[in-house]
Structure formats: structure tokens, C-alpha cells
């Protein structure tokens, strides 16, 4: 590299071999203030007459004071090379990046598929965890069937072997085919699905449940106890919001109805009948008590006493009644209410009774009864119809 001179006064660059700077005329290698032109000694600094800062005597292309030194240290930083410990403390922290990336894209795309929130669904039902099973579903459903107890109570039993057949629909509705097992059949459902507004660890808008599936029941009036809890019926029958389960269905201890103790669906779009029937104990006591009412008429005298189910055609006389046979009765259960028919009419016979004592002719008649039956006080009681 060519070094060249430069003047210590002006500073302007010295031709080589020149000994005299011809722009200020001053003397290579003499210093002068350029304030007041007093020499000055090659190492100061201000000149000793006024103080003014003296310039700093250099060379074209050769380095100022400290460039050697700032030059080197910069050397040394960029050669300096990178200790394995930092070099693996780097790696690990890239390769923690791109896991967490990763995970992140993995997670949004597990967790945002409505393929999961079916399986939360039924796998809660599983546990017997209502509250789980209820925040899968869209809104907040009531009902006494949808209580935290009714999942764990031994009278519901959750679906088994549940499969995803399809999932269809578009970005923000979606519906499912699904299949599972309750007792030994296998059922066939659809769930219907929509993406919620809100947002779940700031990644992804779940799915929700927005079927929400009935217990469907025809009881009539009769009051029923559904996996321990207690519903009563009405005549239109019972419609009560409730998880995709099976159900075991009591009658309440009735001294007039059998328990049917019936297994109930929820979840397979059925409506399900609780056929109710009547204890034999029960019906003996009704055909008793109609036997006692019969009886009763039968202690008349008239021949056609008013309200008695047998009249003779006898008109102007009077008698004695003789119950001959009961009628044959049924008694079923018909619009709520238990009600007697019959199926086969009785007997009875009238005999005309003179002053006197002495007995005329006779005539036997034919007769039927009817009327409903009900629980007073705990006990059966007959209600015949007029």
C-alpha cells in the first residue's frame, strides 16, 4: 500500500519528495498552529501560545491512533469461534420454536375437528360424567334428566362400541352418522353440530352438540320413576330432554298397577309405552267390591229400583231379588284411568211377593255393569257408572 505524506499545517497531501507544502508553504514535518502560526513540538497537542488544537499529523492510507487496535478486536470477534455449549444452547432453543409450531398446528387441527367433540361426548357418557357430556352440547338444556345423579345411578347404562360412520356439512354446520350399541342392538343416530363463537386456549372454535335427544314415554296420568327420578305423567304422555342412554323405567309402589320395570332408549328416535297392568290382587278386590255393591241391590224389593243395574219388567208389585250369577268383568287401563267392562253379563232373578207372603211368578233378567276404578287412601275402590 503507497503511503503518502500530508502536511501538518493544512493537511493537504504532500507530493513525493517535496519538502515544502505548496498550498501553505510551511516545512514537511514542521507543526504550526494554524490559528496563530507558532510552532509546535510534534507530540502536542494545542499550540503553547493560544491554546487552539493543533491537527493530527497522519498519513494517507495509514491507520489513525486506536484503528490498529479497534481493528484487531474486531478480528477477534468475528474469528472468535462458537463454543459447543453455545452452539447446542442455540439448537435447543430453535428445535423448542418449531415443537411449540408444531404442536400448535397439531393441536388446532386435532381439537378444531368435529370428530372430537363426538368423542368427548360419549366418551363422558361413559364415565358418567354429566358435566362433561353437557359441555359438548350447545346451550344450557333443563331438565330432572339432565341432573349430575342420573348418570351415576345403577338404572342408566351409557352407549357401548360407538362408531362414527360419517361426518357432512359445511364450514360452520356439520351433521354426524353414528351407530352404538345400548342392551343387544345396535342403533343408528344423527347428531347435528355447530362451530362455536368463542374461542378455546386462544387456538381453535370447538364444536357443539346442538341435538339434544327426549326421553319419549306414553304413561298416561300414571306417575313413573326414570333411573330414580320421579316424573309425572300427563295424558299427551312424557317428552323430557335427556342424554342418548338406556333407561329402566319403575311405577312407583301402586297398590292397583303391576311394575312394569321397562328398559327405555334415548337416542334411537322412539317413543316407548309403559304398559301398565293391573295386580290380580288388585282386580280380586275390584270384583269383590262389585259383588258387595251387587248384593246390596239385591236386598230391594222394588223390581225396577232406581240406580240398580237389574230392573225387572215387572211393574206394579212388589218382591224379592236373587243375585243368580256375577257378570263376567275385565278391567283394563284406558286413557289414564282404569276402567271395568263386561265381558260376559249376569244373572239375577225377580219373584213377585204377595201381601200375604205367598211367592208368584219369577223372571230372570240379564244385566251388565260398568265403571272406573281408583286409589283412595290407599285402597282400591270400585265407581260405578250410573
Known amino acids: 500500500m503507497t503511503v503518502q ?27 504550526r498552529c494554524t490559528a496563530c502560526g507558532q510552532p ?24 489513525l491512533p486506536g ?3 479497534a481493528r484487531a478486536l474486531t478480528t477477534a470477534i468475528h474469528t472468535q469461534p462458537i463454543s459447543r455449549p453455545t452452539r447446542q444452547r442455540i439448537v435447543v432453543i430453535l428445535g423448542g420454536v418449531l415443537a411449540l409450531w408444531a404442536f400448535l398446528v397439531v393441536a388446532r387441527w386435532y381439537y378444531s ?15 358418567r360424567d354429566s358435566g362433561a357430556a353437557m359441555a359438548q352440547l350447545a346451550g344450557s338444556p333443563q331438565s330432572p334428566l339432565l341432573a349430575p345423579s342420573v348418570l351415576r345411578d345403577p338404572g342408566y347404562s351409557p352407549p357401548v362400541d360407538v362408531r362414527i360412520e360419517d361426518i357432512v356439512g359445511g364450514e360452520g354446520e356439520k351433521d354426524a352418522t353414528l351407530s352404538f350399541r345400548l342392551g343387544d342392538t345396535r342403533h343408528t343416530a344423527k347428531l347435528a353440530l355447530t362451530k362455536a363463537d368463542t374461542v378455546t386456549f386462544w387456538l381453535y372454535h370447538p364444536w357443539r352438540i346442538t341435538t339434544v335427544d327426549t326421553l319419549d314415554l306414553d304413561t298416561g296420568t300414571s306417575d313413573v320413576t326414570v333411573a330414580s327420578v320421579p316424573l309425572h305423567g300427563t295424558d299427551s304422555g312424557l317428552s323430557v330432554p335427556a342424554l ?28 316407548w309405552t309403559v304398559r301398565l297392568s293391573v295386580k290380580d ?23 225396577q229400583p232406581t240406580g240398580c243395574p237389574f230392573q225387572s219388567t215387572y211393574s206394579y208389585t212388589t218382591g224379592k231379588w236373587a243375585l243368580d250369577e256375577d257378570p263376567m268383568i275385565s278391567v283394563q287401563r284406558e286413557s289414564g284411568e282404569v276402567r271395568v267392562a263386561t265381558v260376559q253379563q249376569g244373572q ?10 205367598s211367592e208368584g211368578e219369577s223372571e230372570q233378567v240379564s244385566f251388565s255393569v260398568s265403571g272406573t276404578v281408583a286409589v283412595i287412601g290407599g285402597e282400591v275402590n270400585w265407581n260405578p257408572e250410573e
Not at 502536511?7 to 505548496?22: F, M
Not at 509546535?40 to 491507520?63: E, K, Q
Not at 290382587?281 to 223390581?303: F, K, N, Q, T, V
Open 40 to 63: 509546535a513540538n510534534p507530540s502536542a497537542t494545542n499550540c503553547a501560545r493560544c491554546g487552539m488544537a493543533l491537527p493530527v499529523i497522519a498519513r494517507l492510507g495509514a491507520p
Open 348 to 357: 239375577a232373578t225377580f219373584t213377585e211377593v204377595y201381601s200375604d207372603g
Open 244 to 271: 342418548i342412554g338406556q333407561y329402566k323405567v319403575h311405577v312407583p309402589d301402586d297398590p292397583l298397577f303391576e311394575d312394569p320395570s321397562a328398559d327405555v332408549y334415548v337416542g334411537t328416535g322412539d317413543t
Open 5 to 31: 505524506e500530508l502536511c501538518s499545517t493544512c493537511r493537504a497531501v504532500l507530493p513525493a519528495g517535496q519538502e515544502v507544502c505548496p498550498h501553505c508553504g510551511s516545512v514537511a514535518g514542521e507543526r
Open 113 to 127: 375437528a368435529p370428530e372430537r367433540t363426538v368423542d368427548r361426548y360419549f366418551d363422558a357418557l361413559r364415565d
Open 67 to 69: 484503528a490498529v487496535e
Open 281 to 303: 290382587s288388585a282386580e280380586g278386590e275390584i270384583r269383590r267390591r262389585i259383588h258387595a255393591w251387587l248384593a246390596d241391590w239385591a236386598r230391594s224389593e222394588e223390581p
